[in-house]
T-cell receptor
Framework: DTEVTQTPKHLVMGMTNKKSLKCEQH?????MYWYKQKAKKPPELMFV???????INESVPSRFSPECPNSSLLNLHLHALQPEDSALYLC???????????????FGPGTRLLVL | AQSVTQPDIHITVSEGASLELRCNYS??????LFWYVQSPGQGLQLLLK??????LVQGIKGFEAEFKRSQSSFNLRKPSVHWSDAAEYFC??????????????FGKGTKLSVKP
């Protein structure tokens, strides 16, 4: 099973709202990732969690706040977003193990976010 | 610096025709190479990967790719395209950061359209 789930599928929020995106995997993977993808572009890495600790933050604005409550769950808390933050937000995970396996990322279906 | 180039932004093929999507990479060490496919509004699905060994790798949905070190290429092929193959295709190089996570450097993608 190589499934990563994400909720919600779609989200519309105003610039003053607070919302959260959720990602879950039950593959025993110890690295989890958040990506942002704009239309017709490749995914852009936002955050990486390794063993539930934030290991990479790609200079993402503080209105995006990640959280990894346990090894299976990854959240992205959103607050005071801007219309330009509208995008597809993808979650991915990878396992610890042999060389190459740690680079193999499995993606969820994404959350389509629209900020009004 | 590591990079991935997909020279073709958009390719159109007739259903039943053969397909080759090009990918060139720049990476100093042995590359971990991936092809992902993304249908509109969906997440990325792993088609195949190359770590080492046999330079011709088989993937899902009838796709294969060939690693050519001398040309720094990892081209994706399919002998007979189906209408359902219409999607965006991303080539990626995997880089190991240490710990349990790796990073993916994506190409800009190739959009495949299929004519009836």
């Amino acid at each position: 099973d190589t499934e990563v789930t994400q909720t919600p599928k779609h989200l519309v929020m105003g610039m003053t709202n607070k919302k959260s995106l959720k990602c879950e995997q039950h593959m025993g993977h110890r690295a989890m990732y958040w990506y942002k993808q704009k239309a017709k572009k490749p995914p852009e890495l936002m955050f990486v969690y390794s063993y539930e600790k934030l290991s990479i933050n790609e200079s993402v604005p503080s209105r995006f706040s990640p959280e990894c409550p346990n090894s299976s769950l990854l959240n992205l808390h959103l607050h005071a977003l801007q219309p330009e933050d509208s995008a597809l937000y993808l979650c991915a995970s990878s396992q610890f193990g042999l060389a190459g396996e740690q680079e193999t990322q499995y993606f969820g279906p994404g959350t389509r976010l629209l900020v009004l | 610096a590591q990079s991935v180039t997909q020279p073709d932004i958009h390719i159109t093929v007739s259903e039943g025709a053969s397909l080759e999507l090009r990918c060139n990479y720049s990476y100093g060490a042995t590359p971990y190479l991936f092809w992902y496919v993304q249908s509109p509004g969906q997440g990325l699905q792993l088609l195949l990967k190359y770590f080492s060994g046999d330079t011709l790798v088989q993937g899902i949905k009838g796709f294969e790719a060939e690693f050519k070190r001398s040309q720094s290429s990892f081209n994706l092929r399919k002998p007979s395209v189906h209408w359902s193959d219409a999607a965006e295709y991303f080539c990626a190089v995997g880089i190991h950061y240490g710990g349990s996570q790796g990073n993916l450097i994506f190409g800009k993608g190739t959009k495949l359209s299929v004519k009836p």
